[in-house]
T-cell receptor
């Protein structure tokens, strides 16, 4: 099916280090992107979003970078904490033929090591 | 709590049966999205409604259907269930097009 991003990899980081999670998207016409965090047994939780007229957006401990030239999105988490352990999904908001939908990548599992 | 409510949380049913999953969007949200998530898989977009009208279709089987009612709640109907339909089904809502979508906690469907 339609998808954005890579096969589910696992990123292991030491507590306190910075984490960088990457995502590639395929549709250059997409103009809105969201990062979600999904903890085991729960629904995806909104983290941060960015529109295509921006290159960078910062939140609390998180930064999203958008490189439209290479169609690449990244999520940076500063001072990673055990509570950050989860699967992270990028979502691309795609318009086409009068319809609009969010297309999700397969996700990246983040493991925080104590 | 995202404000999106899904019921039931768990559902176990036999092959060939039909079930209905329900979603109440956040107050004020007009768009409702349905997603399927199989074990260790990403979120597969099924269908979207906006203010009662179907707006987008994804990888939704013909055995599946959905609707959004005047009060904006939505139902996803799954019929002639197969073992492979076992998955988490998520509903999300957003204010409209191009706004962040908030997810419910999902319905875990097990077909035996």
């Amino acid at each position: 099916g339609e998808s954005v991003g890579l096969h589910l990899p696992t990123l292991s980081v030491q507590e306190g280090d910075n984490s960088i999670i990457n995502c590639a998207y395929s549709n250059s016409a997409s103009d809105y992107f969201i990062w979600y965090k999904q903890e085991s047994g729960k629904g995806p939780q909104f983290i941060i979003d960015i529109r295509s007229n921006m290159d960078k957006r910062q939140g609390q401990r998180v930064t999203v970078l958008l490189n439209k030239t290479v169609k690449h999105l990244s999520l940076q988490i500063a001072a990673t904490q055990p509570g950050d352990s989860a699967v992270y999904f990028c979502a691309e908001y795609r318009r086409g033929s009068g319809t609009y939908k969010y297309i999700f990548g397969t996700g990246t599992r983040l493991k925080v090591l104590a | 709590d995202s404000g999106v409510t899904q019921t039931p949380k768990h559902l176990i049913t036999a092959t060939g049966q039909r079930v209905t999953l329900r979603c109440s969007p956040r107050s004020g949200d007009l768009s409702v999205y349905w997603y399927q998530q199989s074990l260790d898989q990403g979120l597969q977009f099924l269908i979207q409604y906006y203010n009662g009208e179907e707006r987008a279709k994804g990888n939704i089987l013909e055995r599946f259907s959905a609707q959004q009612f005047p009060d904006l709640h939505s139902e996803l109907n799954l019929s002639s269930l197969e073992l492979g339909d076992s998955a988490l089904y998520f509903c999300a809502s957003s204010l409209g097009q191009g706004y962040e979508a908030f997810f419910g906690q999902g319905t875990r469907l097990t077909v035996v």
